[in-house]
């Protein structure tokens, strides 16, 4: 007899909610729900990977050590004995900061990781803790840190009640928005369109957002900031600044204003290559509206992404459209984020200490992670002599995966939480395989924090864990418990009554105490929201439209908004460097790099899912025709696109949706590395995009890689027939990737 579970899909940051019909301890169907008050029935493709996910027999189940090249099981609590053990000995022979952390961004959509997984990951007393943080969304929370007085506050547009919706560098169509949790992002930028807003992206591609925006207009990759201060000119140059009801605890209007006067459209345009005219009209139209600025990818992972960043606030900030409606918002989640981050020791701060070797600055407790190599192959005090990763694939998603990949074979010992045997974690000595989405509770206490509406929604699991099955948090705390507890170190008896309460307690008990100490918990008059209300409530809660939430959210020593902080403005010298560099006209030829991603693929994961990778190849390199032109590349022809880091080999796929100057590779690909067991992802060709990217090529103030407008060169190796489905040297790709 079948039975239908309803839960959030955990693939992605929408949080969609679905359906999924069982019959026995097997997946019937997934589809979307359509009583999800937040996603309405909408789901992407990916969420019917869950099911595939949860039965992939290349899944591990059981704890893998790793013999020489082969690899055997062992029962839990060896291998916890092991691992202790061992990072035991490597923290007493060389100290606490030889031993370095790694969390990939599933961590965000992980209740257990989120509460337990930080008890162990984060009290290990090391310096060097590392994060996708780094390769992701870092610039936004440096800005809103320094803003705003906590990292965590980083506001996401009201896009339900915005008119005008200016996306610079992001492809919500694909990512179902991106520190902005919205479910069918498709449905809600029309919305804006059928009101009678616009929509309006700013990107070297035309993305599928593009596509379906009023407006697209291109731009150099990497003068994001450049176009935003000329933006901010024109503001302040036609009167146009209206900061509004936040004015009053806005600090800095003056200071923005004088140093945006040296960015006039005319100065910057031959730099960003967006004409004077186009820059006029995107700041009188976003001035004037009841819209919104709004920046991802493309604006945090390049060379100036720290100050992108800082100015997609800021411009909100100028026009009025921060804490109002259709602007730039607050969420008020169920559970209050920056409590449970300080309940389990995340404290963000910015530059406390800086990594050993080039000095990066560290930020909420993590060093960036284009240096995670160089700290691992260069000698001395402090180097990384053993690591742990949980959740993450850093040989396929950091810069110069190439490196890191050789620096972890000569580590003293590597651990890894992780359900795969994939390119990274093929380095461990011990893995430690955790349960799949499906087998344990879920809330998305950071993702809810982020969303464009105040929702709720708990699931708990839909399949019991087997008695030889561990949880990631059950994994965390016994490894906490036995190396991080007075007493509890190897062999020792007194941690093991903390063990056994730790893990009795459990995260649905924190779950519980955040929830009722919320802001939609317990009061006076007020039952509030608790896990069994929300178990009564399968579908999930709607708590609301966003709220104008200042002064009182800000947490800065004084409760106002720093608009131009310190650090910021200190590095506008570098930016006015590059100005001058790239207004000179470009060498022949030259061309950048930048990234790109696909609805049915979620970075370097779900590729072992053979319904989402099945169709015409994707890792291709798109091209603009004039480029190829002058390359001698046709359609489907085999390239080799190199740079200083690296280089690999694959199709070109020639294209006017990228400007002229750009080629484009996603990222995540490239599964043909000795030892990885993923026979799907193994057998779909591609490269990794990081095996070209640059650990050196980074935003010097944020610390964080700069994936957007690396220098590469492009060569044509060979002409392949192309596929009826499009740009398709699937096979001889694959065959040329392992000939190299």
């Keep these: 007899m079948s039975r ?60 893998m050590v790793r013999e020489g090249t082969s690899w055997r099981e062992l029962d839990w609590d060896d291998a916890f004995a092991l691992v202790a053990r061992r990072l035991q000995q490597v923290r007493d022979d060389h100290g606490k900061d030889a031993i370095a952390v790694y969390q990939g961004n599933p961590t965000a959509h992980n209740l257990g990781l ?17 994060s996708a ?74 993305t599928e957002t593009a596509a379906l925006a009023d407006r697209h207009v291109f731009i150099r990759p990497g003068t994001d900031a450049l176009l935003l201060l000329s933006m901010l000119q024109v503001i302040f140059a036609e009167d146009l600044a209206r900061p509004g009801r936040a004015a009053a605890w806005v600090d800095g209007l003056d200071r923005l204003r004088a140093i945006a006067a040296d960015f006039a459209p ?81 404290e963000l701060g910015f ?53 890191l990949d050789r620096a972890l074979a000569g580590l003293d010992f590597m651990v890894a939480i992780d359900p795969y045997l994939n390119e990274t974690t093929r380095h461990a000595d011990v893995i430690l395989p955790p349960t799949m989405p499906l087998e344990r509770a879920h809330y998305d206490v950071a993702l809810a924090s982020f969303s464009v509406r105040n929702v709720a929604k708990y699931s708990p699991p839909l399949f019991a864990r087997q008695p030889d099955q561990r949880h990631d948090w059950e994994i965390a705390a016994e490894l906490w418990s036995r190396l991080c507890v007075p007493g509890g170190a190897v062999g020792r008896l007194a941690g093991r009554p903390a063990r056994a309460a730790l893990l009795k307690l459990g995260p649905e008990a924190v779950l519980d105490l955040a929830l009722r100490a919320g802001p939609h918990g317990l009061r006076k008059g007020r039952a509030g929201l608790t896990v069994a209300k929300l178990r009564a409530a399968p579908h999930g809660v709607d708590l609301g439209a966003l709220e104008p939430r200042l002064p009182d959210i800000l947490g800065t020593p004084d409760r106002r908004v720093a608009l131009v902080p310190d650090a910021f403005a200190a590095d506008l010298p570098r930016l006015r460097a590059r100005l001058a560099t790239w207004s000179r006209p470009a060498a022949d030829g030259a061309l950048v790099l930048i990234g790109r991603r ?64 750009v080629v484009s590779l996603p990222h995540g690909w490239g599964h043909d590395k000795a030892g990885a067991r993923l026979q799907v992802a193994a057998a779909v060709p591609g490269a990794s995009a990081n095996d070209v990217t640059d650990e050196a090529f980074f935003d010097t103030l944020s610390g964080t890689a700069a994936l957007s407008g690396v220098a590469v060169e492009v060569v044509r190796v060979a002409t392949v027939q192309p596929s009826p489905g499009g740009a398709g040297a699937a096979a001889a790709t694959a065959r040329a990737d392992r000939e190299r």
Excluded at 115 to 128: A, E, M, V
Excluded at 188 to 204: C, E, H, N, T, Y
Excluded at 640 to 657: H, N, Q, T, Y
Aim: proline residues 6%.
């Design 351 to 403: 530059g406390r200490w800086r990594s050993r070797v080039r000095g990066l600055p560290e930020f909420g407790g993590e060093l960036p992670v284009v240096a995670l190599a160089e700290e691992i192959e260069t000698e001395g005090p402090g180097q990384i002599r053993a690591l742990v990763t949980c959740a993450g694939n850093p040989v396929l998603s950091t810069p110069n995966g190439a490196r």
């Design 114 to 130: 989120l509460t337990y997984g930080q008890l162990f990951l984060r009290k290990l007393g090391t310096r060097n803790c590392f």
């Design 4 to 63: 239908t579970h309803y839960r959030s899909c955990t693939l992605c940051e929408a949080t969609c909610g679905v359906a999924i019909e069982v019959e026995g301890d097997r997946v019937v169907s997934i589809r979307g729900d359509d009583a999800d008050p937040f996603s309405q029935g909408y789901i992407c493709p990916k969420a019917t990977a869950l099911a595939d996910l949860h039965d992939d027999p290349d899944r591990l189940r059981r704890p």
């Design 598 to 661: 696909h609805l049915r693929s979620n970075n370097s994961w779900c590729h072992n899912s053979q319904r989402l990778v099945k169709g015409k190849p994707r890792c291709t390199l798109l091209i603009h025709p004039r480029d190829a032109g002058a390359r001698g590349i046709t359609d489907g022809d085999l390239v080799d696109l190199g740079s200083r880091a690296g280089k690999v080999r694959v199709p070109a796929e020639v294209s006017d949706e990228i400007m002229p100057g």
């Design 266 to 346: 005319e100065v910057t345009a031959a730099a960003t290559g967006v004409a004077a005219d186009d820059v006029r009209t995107l700041a009188r139209e976003l001035a004037g509206s009841r819209g919104v600025a709004y920046g991802r990818m493309g604006v945090c992972t390049q060379e100036l992404g720290g100050l992108a960043a800082w100015l997609v606030y800021a411009v909100n900030v100028a026009c009025g459209r921060l804490d109002e409606p259709g602007g730039a918002m607050w969420t008020t989640p169920a559970v209050d984020l920056r409590m449970l981050a300080k309940l389990v020791g995340f």
């Design 133 to 206: 943080t780094s390769v992701d969304q870092l610039p936004h929370m440096l800005a809103a840190q320094l803003m705003f007085g906590d990292g965590i506050l980083m506001p996401v547009p009201d896009v339900d009640r915005a008119d005008y919706f200016l996306c610079i560098g992001g492809n919500p169509l694909v990512s179902n928005g991106s520190i902005m949790t919205a479910p069918d992002m498709r449905r809600r930028l029309k919305a804006i369109q059928a009101r009678g807003g616009k929509v309006v992206v700013v990107d070297p591609r035309r």
